[in-house]
């Protein structure tokens, strides 16, 4: 969500992706379900509109930058009454892959517009895997991973997506990695990947390999290595924002996100996820990837799910607190709070002050 920044309140463009989901249901039920509240609980709190951007999570975050770059500018044309002086500057709230298209956004607004600052104010990162997920891994191999909904169905046509290449994480990101025999493995080698998934094999699955294309292929890793490593950080002085106009909110479950897995030896590397090494996160993203350097965070604990009412939303939330975190009434207040101008625990919900103040950091 984005919206004018230079007024007394501001106007957000939430970014977000499309769930893509088989089998006739829509791609809109992840927005309905989880950034539709959002949208909500943002206006109703400020009486400021909120502009949901969805881009095709399908697509290279690259593609999506340029999509958020032309909503943007279209929204700069706007005459908005309910913000009198804006500036035409926006605050955006980034969930997930969001902050990665946010973060290519910048890059892509320098590109165009070298002389002038990209109308930013504040930006609030719910989630965002900085240095990737391991699930992206998990996804490509098995399709058993939250973000494929768990549906094995999807893992081949993911291979496809550039998206899910770009959130693989780089070697030596520190926060979560596989290995062999102790030594770490380069997700952006084909060679090191599971032999089954690879272009290798293609030739023994059909008279006519050409024509496969559902394969982990070299072009696709080193496609994404090019894009992780240009993608500017938010932090870059070159784009006039400062870490106090930036914001982190992330999920803190213990044992539930993937952070080492074992690859076995070549030339099969069977990748051993039933045994993978889990640690704190939203089950998705581990708290060492959602975190920026320098940039204040607020940490969402799983017992915080307890003050949600609804039992659907309440289980909704503890089978997937990544996908769920923008739906979360504490997150609404902290990111409104935030724009608001709020600092310190003065972002948190009073539930959450009571409860540990220190989850700020």
Same mark, same amino acid.
């Given at each position: 969500?984005?919206? $004018?920044?230079?007024?007394?309140?501001?106007?957000?463009?939430?970014?977000?992706?499309?769930?893509?989901?088989?089998?006739?249901?829509?791609?809109?039920?992840?927005?309905?379900?989880?950034?539709?509240?959002?949208?909500?609980?943002?206006?109703?709190?400020?009486?400021?509109?909120?502009?949901?951007?969805?881009?095709?999570?399908?697509?290279?975050?690259?593609?999506?930058?340029?999509?958020?770059?032309?909503?943007? =500018?279209?929204?700069?044309?706007?005459?908005?009454?309910?913000v009198p002086g804006w500036g035409h500057d926006f605050d955006f709230?980034?969930?997930?892959?969001?902050?990665? !298209?946010?973060?290519?956004?910048?890059?892509?607004?320098?590109?165009?517009?070298?002389?002038?600052?990209?109308?930013?104010?504040? !930006?609030?990162?719910?989630?965002?895997?900085?240095?990737?997920?391991?699930?992206?891994?998990?996804?490509?191999?098995?399709?058993?991973?939250?973000?494929?909904?768990?549906?094995?169905?999807?893992?081949?046509?993911?291979?496809?997506?550039?998206?899910?290449?770009?959130?693989?994480?780089?070697?030596?990101?520190?926060?979560?990695?596989?290995?062999?025999?102790?030594?770490?493995?380069?997700?952006?080698?084909?060679?090191?990947?599971?032999?089954?998934?690879?272009?290798?094999?293609? $030739?023994?699955?059909?008279?006519?390999?050409?024509?496969?294309?559902?394969?982990?292929? =070299?072009?696709?890793?080193?496609?994404?290595?090019?894009?992780?490593?240009?993608?500017?950080? $938010?932090?870059?002085?070159?784009?006039?924002?400062?870490?106090?106009?930036?914001?982190?909110?992330?999920?803190?479950?213990?044992?539930?996100? /993937?952070?080492t897995v074992e690859v076995g030896p070549p030339p099969e590397n069977?990748?051993?996820?039933?045994?993978?090494?889990?640690?704190?996160?939203?089950?998705? !993203?581990?708290?060492?990837?959602?975190?920026?350097?320098?940039?204040?965070?607020?940490?969402?604990?799983?017992?915080?799910?307890?003050?949600?009412?609804?039992?659907?939303?309440?289980?909704?939330?503890?089978?997937?607190?990544?996908?769920? /975190?923008?739906? /979360?009434?504490?997150?609404?207040?902290?990111?409104?709070?935030?724009?608001?101008?709020?600092?310190?625990?003065?972002? /948190?919900?009073?539930?959450?002050?009571?409860?540990?103040?220190?989850?700020?950091?």
């Amino acid at each position: 969500m984005c919206g $004018p920044s230079n007024a007394p309140s501001e106007v957000w463009i939430r970014g977000t992706g499309l769930n893509v989901i088989p089998d006739g249901d829509r791609p809109s039920a992840l927005i309905e379900l989880a950034y539709a509240p959002l949208v909500s609980g943002l206006q109703g709190r400020s009486g400021i509109p909120a502009y949901l951007f969805a881009y095709d999570w399908r697509y290279s975050i690259v593609e999506g930058a340029r999509m958020l770059m032309r909503f943007v =500018q279209s929204l700069q044309r706007k005459s908005i009454s309910e913000v009198p002086g804006w500036g035409h500057d926006f605050d955006f709230a980034c969930h997930s892959m969001g902050g990665l !298209v946010f973060r290519a956004f910048l890059a892509e607004w320098r590109r165009i517009n070298p002389a002038k600052p990209p109308p930013v104010g504040k !930006v609030v990162f719910i989630a965002t895997p900085h240095k990737g997920s391991l699930d992206a891994a998990s996804g490509l191999i098995t399709g058993e991973s939250p973000m494929f909904g768990g549906q094995k169905a999807m893992r081949k046509i993911a291979r496809t997506f550039p998206s899910v290449y770009e959130l693989l994480p780089l070697p030596g990101n520190g926060a979560m990695w596989a290995e062999r025999q102790g030594v770490e493995v380069d997700l952006f080698q084909e060679s090191n990947w599971q032999r089954n998934t690879t272009s290798a094999v293609a $030739p023994l699955r059909t008279a006519a390999p050409t024509a496969v294309g559902f394969d982990i292929e =070299q072009r696709h890793l080193d496609a994404a290595r090019q894009v992780l490593t240009t993608l500017p950080m $938010p932090t870059d002085p070159a784009f006039g924002l400062s870490a106090q106009n930036l914001l982190v909110i992330y999920g803190a479950k213990e044992g539930s996100t /993937l952070e080492t897995v074992e690859v076995g030896p070549p030339p099969e590397n069977w990748f051993d996820f039933s045994n993978a090494r889990k640690g704190v996160g939203d089950d998705v !993203v581990p708290v060492g990837s959602a975190r920026l350097p320098g940039v204040t965070a607020v940490e969402i604990r799983s017992e915080d799910l307890s003050y949600i009412f609804h039992p659907i939303q309440r289980a909704y939330a503890n089978a997937d607190l990544h996908a769920f /975190l923008p739906a /979360l009434d504490e997150v609404q207040t902290i990111v409104s709070s935030f724009f608001s101008g709020a600092t310190g625990t003065a972002l /948190l919900p009073l539930n959450l002050q009571r409860a540990t103040p220190s989850r700020i950091s």
